[in-house]
């Protein structure tokens, strides 16, 4: 594909992705296009120097995009193929105009990281972040901030900052490190208590309507009771354990005696 045919489905991905409702499938037609077009001159696998300042940037914008797209897709392993590649052009190409959703995206890719709870690569992409950046640009700070919370336990936080989010797609990511938070206090939960009133668990889990409640009770097969408005974590079957005592007694005395003979 030439460099004008590519600047012109470019374009078209712009167009469409930037539509207060786009087409996702469409746009994940076009990347695919632009990609193996890009491939093709060389602009993902940098064999050739390239200098044209142009080109560098479109071939950006439409990674740029490609990350975007796939957190609205919610295909993780798609978004960070697209942040592993963007990584050159925000490294190694100075000359490049600056981008405005550089940063919003190295936030996200971060925000990435920690859902994943990959902490060393969380500190790791940290300490390639200029000082400036690190302290002051929002979408920088709101997964420093995250990540403190999590550290401290301050869960009530971590929920906090779904209403501050620099862009809607650090949204997706939030959610999954809540369901992380979620599960582990359901698991805690579990341990100190048989049962709770399902507004406690609500307020507990972060949730703010019943059927959300009720929906995360099924998946932790926790047996509901209506007429109390309560969950109960364990049957009776479960608290019940069979203790053979007879036996148990009967292979003590049989070592006893074993033990008396070697002495």
Not at 11 to 24: A, H, I, R, S, V
Request: one cysteine or more; proline letters at 5%.
């Amino acid at each position: 594909m030439a460099v004008t045919e590519v600047k012109r489905l470019a374009d078209t991905l712009k167009l469409e992705y930037n539509k207060p409702n786009p087409d996702l499938a469409k746009c994940g037609q076009y990347l695919s296009q632009l990609k193996i077009a890009l491939i093709e001159l060389s602009y993902l696998t940098h064999e050739n120097k390239h200098n044209n300042v142009e080109e560098l940037a479109l071939a950006r914008d439409v990674l740029e995009i490609g990350a975007q797209w796939s957190v609205r897709t919610k295909d993780i392993p798609s978004f960070e193929r697209y942040m592993a590649q963007l990584q050159t052009y925000y490294n190694d190409y100075s000359n490049l105009p600056p981008s405005s959703l550089k940063y919003n995206l190295i936030g996200l890719n971060l925000l990435c990281l920690l859902s994943q709870n990959r902490i060393s690569d969380f500190h790791t992409a940290l300490e390639q972040i200029e000082p400036e950046q690190l302290n002051n640009n929002p979408a920088i700070q709101h997964p420093v901030k995250l990540e403190q919370s999590l550290m401290e336990g301050s869960y009530n936080r971590v929920w906090s900052s779904r209403s501050v989010v620099p862009a809607p797609e650090y949204l997706f990511f939030i959610d999954i490190l809540m369901d992380t938070i979620r599960n582990e206090i359901a698991s805690c939960s579990e341990k100190a208590y048989t049962s709770l009133p399902l507004s406690d668990a609500g307020t507990l889990l972060f949730f703010t309507n019943m059927q959300d409640i009720l929906n995360f009770a099924k998946e932790r097969n926790w047996k509901v009771n209506p007429v109390e408005q309560k969950a109960y974590f364990h049957s009776d079957e479960d608290e019940k354990t069979n203790i053979p005592a007879d036996q148990i007694i009967k292979q003590t005395m049989f070592y006893a005696r074993d033990m008396d003979r070697i002495v």
